[in-house]
């Protein structure tokens, strides 16, 4: 028998024939199971797949059976599926995708390092034709990305970015969107404001972090460490909340990393008979659903997700055909614009 030939890529049933030194179809049979052939044959070739680490093609394997013309397959990694933001950039990409005939496949990290490492694997070996992903905020390892970029799989990031690596990808402009959302609210009146933010092992959290903080130093404010809280989520800003605005020198505003986080603010403040926006004003960043079901409605970032996410397909896209060089990585921003709601005056 050869030596697998492929130096760590993954093997293909054709492989298997030619080091088995049997047909294609002998050895499909086989891992099906079939009784076409011996009991005994089955066994020998089930075992030399199990020992080579063999995983059939389930994409492949689907379009062999169709009777309809192939397809084209883009893997699409959401940390989130229940998360305004991550459904409208999957919006976009689907929308493009489809209008140039590529199917998704679609997955859920759960915010997860070791399920988005798991995902990655799966894509691979089963021959999607791309990857667009956002990274887990949990992410500390970057091996699996790594491995794809190694292998030459088409790569993209949205959103959120491997630091690791010098990948392809598509970000909103988070630095900006931060820098003029606080300066909107300095221009306001405001001057203790604070700001919620997610893990600093996420890029975009580091961009609008320095985007507030150089909104106050353009405006000759100090930024003040007890006014930074790590926070990302409604639950916790509810339970946070309460103790700054109980402080002798409370914020007279908030900047949240993400909508949910400033509602909990705001319904915090709220229950603690705080007028929104007379006592403080608020400021989120997604422009969500959310943003306009809440009371009084909120400011906010918007970060116009199905952009972005149109962007993303029609990057990978370009990689796969060729229409865009892989030798160095590319870059897209799609820009950020404030929309005015009633939590600011």
Do not use: W
């Given at each position: 028998?050869?030596q697998d030939?492929?130096?760590?890529?993954?093997?293909?049933m054709?492989?298997?024939?030619?080091?088995?030194?049997?047909?294609?179809?002998?050895v499909?049979?086989?891992?099906?199971?079939?009784?076409?052939?011996?009991k005994?044959?089955?066994?020998?070739?089930?075992r030399f797949?199990?020992?080579?680490?063999?995983?059939?093609?389930?994409?492949?394997e689907?379009?062999?059976?169709?009777?309809?013309?192939?397809?084209?397959v883009?893997?699409v990694?959401?940390?989130e599926?229940?998360?305004?933001?991550?459904s409208?950039?999957?919006?976009?990409?689907?929308q493009?995708?489809s209008?140039?005939g590529?199917?998704?496949?679609v997955?859920?990290?759960?915010?997860?390092?070791?399920?988005e490492?798991?995902?990655?694997?799966?894509?691979?070996?089963?021959?999607?034709?791309?990857?667009?992903v956002?990274q887990?905020?949990?992410?500390?390892?970057?091996?699996?990305?790594?491995?794809?970029?190694?292998?030459?799989?088409?790569?993209?990031?949205?959103?959120?970015?491997c630091?690791?690596?010098?990948?392809?990808r598509?970000?909103?402009?988070?630095?900006k969107?931060a820098?003029?959302?606080?300066?909107?609210?300095?221009e306001?009146?405001?001057?203790?404001?604070?700001?919620?933010?997610?893990?600093?092992?996420?890029?975009?959290?580091?961009?609008?972090?320095?985007?507030?903080?150089?909104?106050?130093?353009?405006?000759?404010?100090?930024?003040?460490?007890?006014l930074?809280?790590?926070?990302?989520?409604?639950?916790?800003?509810e339970i946070?909340?309460p103790t700054?605005?109980?402080?002798?020198n409370?914020?007279d505003?908030?900047?949240?990393?993400?909508?949910?986080?400033?509602i909990?603010?705001?319904?915090?403040?709220?229950?603690?008979?705080?007028?929104?926006p007379?006592?403080?004003?608020?400021?989120?960043?997604s422009?969500?659903?959310?943003?306009?079901?809440c009371?009084?409605q909120?400011?906010?970032?918007?970060?116009?997700?199905?952009?972005?996410?149109?962007?993303?397909?029609?990057m990978?896209?370009?990689?796969?055909?060729?229409?865009?060089?892989?030798?160095?990585?590319?870059?897209?921003?799609?820009?950020?614009?404030?929309?005015?709601?009633g939590t600011?005056?």
């Open positions: 028998m050869e030939p492929r130096h760590g890529q993954p093997l293909t054709k492989d298997l024939a030619r080091m088995l030194g049997v047909s294609v179809a002998t499909s049979r086989a891992l099906r199971d079939s009784p076409s052939i011996s005994q044959r089955r066994d020998v070739i089930q797949a199990r020992e080579h680490n063999f995983r059939p093609n389930i994409v492949a689907t379009l062999r059976n169709s009777r309809r013309a192939p397809i084209k883009i893997g990694i959401v940390p599926f229940v998360h305004y933001y991550f409208t950039v999957l919006a976009g990409i689907e493009e995708a209008s140039r590529y199917r998704l496949l997955a859920c990290s759960g915010e997860d390092e070791a399920r490492a798991q995902l990655c694997d799966d894509f691979y070996r089963n021959r999607v034709c791309g990857i667009i956002a887990s905020k949990h992410t500390t390892h970057y091996d699996h990305f790594v491995h794809l970029v190694e292998h030459q799989m088409p790569l993209v990031f949205y959103d959120r970015i630091p690791a690596i010098n990948a392809n598509v970000v909103v402009d988070d630095y969107g820098f003029k959302a606080v300066s909107y609210l300095i306001r009146g405001c001057r203790r404001i604070a700001y919620y933010g997610a893990s600093l092992n996420l890029e975009i959290s580091i961009n609008r972090l320095n985007g507030y903080k150089d909104a106050l130093y353009h405006y000759g404010l100090k930024p003040n460490e007890e930074i809280r790590l926070c990302d989520n409604r639950h916790d800003a946070i909340t700054m605005l109980e402080s002798e409370r914020p505003a908030f900047f949240a990393v993400n909508d949910e986080t400033a909990g603010i705001l319904y915090a403040a709220k229950r603690m008979g705080l007028s929104v007379g006592d403080l004003m608020i400021c989120g960043f422009s969500s659903n959310q943003a306009t079901s009371d009084p909120l400011t906010s970032v918007e970060q116009n997700g199905q952009e972005v996410g149109r962007e993303a397909a029609d990978l896209i370009g990689l796969v055909e060729g229409t865009l060089s892989t030798e160095h990585a590319q870059k897209r921003i799609v820009r950020t614009r404030i929309v005015i709601r600011t005056r």
